[in-house]
């Protein structure tokens, strides 16, 4: 179910939504969805945890989430397994630089924390025309990926069903046992989509992380001629 968060500039509280009662301790936990901000501004949300579904006086925060800027949905994962206290509400509630905008919030689910956890914080370390080296973390500090590339963006529920069917738009697929990729032969001045997913062995795979996007730099003319 779609959930939207609308603040208006004159209203200085804060919003939030708080989940049904949870039975299960919440350290066993894990919490998907996808968030959308259709503000240009950056918005942010925070997840925490409530002993009541009103006390937002006394909400734990678990995590933080800033939304990158892509004016579209992307799919976020917070797990609960370092929280110590005993609430059972898990809430989202905006930030206090939540100015004004609307956020929407879809496909909440709350399951157990996934042995094979998908990679986080992936980032462009250097770019040129032809190469680029990205890096992400893997949780737990080791393992093996799965390093996908694409001149498209794929709805990370079809990556593997790309991979299979030979989409033309993946330029490449590899493993690697490492947290960093030099990635060759690249086009200049041309977009390319990077999702990685963990392989843990026993063939347990993790989900496909949200995408990473860089642009190659232009080709430099050596002169300019009339």
Not at 139 to 152: A, C, K
Not at 163 to 183: C, H, R, W, Y
Not at 193 to 198: A, C, H
Not at 206 to 219: A, D, G, I, Q
Request: one cysteine or more.
């Amino acid at each position: 179910k779609l959930v939207q968060f609308n603040k208006g500039k004159d209203n200085s509280d804060q919003v939030f939504m708080s989940l049904p009662r949870m039975a299960e301790p919440l350290k066993k936990l894990q919490l998907s969805f996808r968030f959308y901000c259709a503000s240009t501004i950056g918005n942010s949300i925070a997840i925490g945890v409530m002993k009541t579904p009103f006390d937002t006086a006394n909400i734990e925060i678990v995590s933080v989430i800033k939304h990158p800027l892509v004016q579209e949905f992307a799919e976020f994962i917070v797990t609960f397994d370092k929280y110590e206290g005993d609430g059972e509400y898990i809430t989202f509630i905006t930030s206090r630089d939540y100015v004004s905008g609307v956020m929407y919030i879809d496909d909440i689910c709350v399951d157990y924390i996934k042995t094979c956890r998908r990679p986080e914080n992936l980032e462009l370390k250097e770019v040129s025309t032809d190469c680029a080296t990205v890096a992400w973390k893997i949780p737990g500090g080791e393992g093996t990926s799965q390093v996908l590339v694409s001149t498209e963006k794929i709805a990370t529920n079809m990556l593997d069903t790309a991979i299979l069917n030979g989409s033309s738009a993946i330029v490449s697929v590899q493993q690697v046992e490492a947290d960093t990729l030099k990635l060759s032969n690249l086009t200049p001045n041309t977009k390319y989509y990077v999702y990685v997913k963990n392989l843990c062995g026993s063939e347990e795979t993790s989900s496909w992380s949200n995408y990473l996007l860089f642009r190659t730099n232009c080709v430099e003319l050596d002169s300019y001629q009339m």
